[in-house]
């Protein structure tokens, strides 16, 4: 029904040992403590992902800063523009060998507001021609003696950049980097990496690319919007990035119109790339639950629309029904799976307990599901007769089924 998603985060300082930042880092278990043997764009793809979908880049980072070690792949793609350029800062190895290309793309990243720092810093090193586009340089403390770090901290003061020593375990890396007025420090003198996981789900992968076909055609609003409609994982990870600081959005959306004319077709085709290539069918949701969602999620739209209620009100009860099993999809309590979602409060209360008017909706389909004896009076506190409830009823179940879930 779900996975695990693990990601590493590591704090960074400033030469007050005020935080900044976090240096996210792949993991592939809880316990893991190194990237494993991933290819270099599958790790950097992995991190992107668990940040933007699985975890929200609110909930990792706060109003820090988020340091991301991307490899040459993952810099020539157009999947790091998802992210908020101004909280992002992307981590460059001291081997990548930059290729005029290459550097051409890293300048045109810091124009978007991105931020580069050097890992693992040497004039020596490959990575020494991005010195002119970097705002942040990694000093690495145990890669040599303490004279030749002292020579290399020094020669970087005539550059505009953070200095930042790294790995720093011991009090006696630390009195040397703070000797030598570095700007910045990350080891486990500090703090060790700490593990975050999250439940994850997938969209199927007829409905995604269902959904890239589409945009690829620049089909019609509402046919996108239909699709999202059969698909309660790709609703809830669409939702979450929308509303979350990788949108950098000031208001909250918590409808399918509102979400799609703000990302744009363009910038939803990318996020669905990078789903479609990181899925696994491991996270795939059961046939049966999928379609309890939509069914409860298409009677509640019915139901507020037969209430004269406009288009987008509508829109918000379908998404409570949407998401009314996913203390079930995620196996965890209602309340931590909304936690990172950043839906109106008005839809959480209703799915929390059952409060105002979302939340009267959804007692009324979960008694017709039951068969409870509360239905007539729930009905009535609605406004809604028997027989146009029967009706409302039999017209979501058509179609669900007609989307042959």
Not at 70 to 88: K, Q, T
Request: charged content about 20%.
């Amino acid at each position: 029904m779900s996975v695990s998603a693990f990601l590493g985060r590591q704090p960074v300082l400033n030469r007050n040992q005020q935080l900044i930042g976090y240096e996210l880092l792949f993991r592939e278990s809880e316990t893991s403590t190194e990237i494993g043997r991933h290819a270099e764009l599958d790790a950097d793809t992995e991190v992107l992902v668990n940040t933007l979908n699985h975890m929200g880049t609110s909930w990792l980072i706060g109003n820090k800063l988020a340091f991301i070690n991307v490899g040459e792949s993952m810099i020539g793609s157009d999947f790091l523009e998802l992210l908020p350029p101004r909280r992002v800062v992307l981590e460059i190895s001291g081997k990548l060998t930059p290729s005029n290309e290459l550097l051409s793309r890293v300048r045109h990243l810091r124009s978007l507001g991105f931020g580069v720092a050097l890992d693992g810093f040497s004039f020596e090193s490959p990575a020494a021609a991005f010195l002119d586009l970097a705002n942040y340089v990694k000093l690495d403390v145990q890669s040599m003696d303490a004279p030749a770090f002292q020579t290399l901290a020094v020669r970087l003061r005539s550059y505009p950049v953070i200095r930042i020593a790294e790995r720093v375990e011991t009090y006696e890396h630390y009195h040397l980097a703070r000797d030598l007025g570095l700007d910045g420090y990350q080891g486990y003198y500090f703090a060790k990496p700490e593990t975050l996981s999250a439940k994850v789900i997938h969209p199927s992968f007829a409905n995604t690319l269902k959904l890239l076909n589409l945009l690829r055609q620049d089909a019609a609003l509402k046919e996108v919007e239909a699709v999202l409609k059969t698909d309660v994982a790709l609703s809830f990870k669409l939702l979450r990035y929308v509303n979350s600081a990788a949108a950098g959005l000031n208001t909250t959306i918590s409808s399918f119109s509102h979400a799609l004319t703000v990302l744009g077709y363009k910038r939803l085709y990318r996020w669905l790339t990078l789903l479609l290539v990181t899925s696994s069918e491991n996270g795939l949701m059961p046939a049966a639950l999928q379609k309890t969602a939509v069914s409860r999620a298409r009677m509640m739209e019915l139901i507020a629309l037969e209430s004269g209620l406009p288009s987008d009100v509508a829109d918000s009860f379908f998404i409570t029904g949407m998401f009314s099993l996913l203390d079930v999809i995620f196996d965890m309590p209602i309340a931590l799976a909304l936690e990172h979602l950043n839906l109106p409060e008005e839809i959480c209360e209703a799915l929390m307990v059952h409060a105002g008017r979302y939340g009267l909706c959804l007692e009324l389909v979960l008694a017709m599901e039951a068969g409870t004896d509360n239905l007539p009076q729930l009905a009535q506190r609605l406004n809604i007769e028997a027989e146009a409830l029967n009706l409302l009823h039999t017209s979501a179940l058509s179609w669900v089924e007609e989307l042959s879930l």
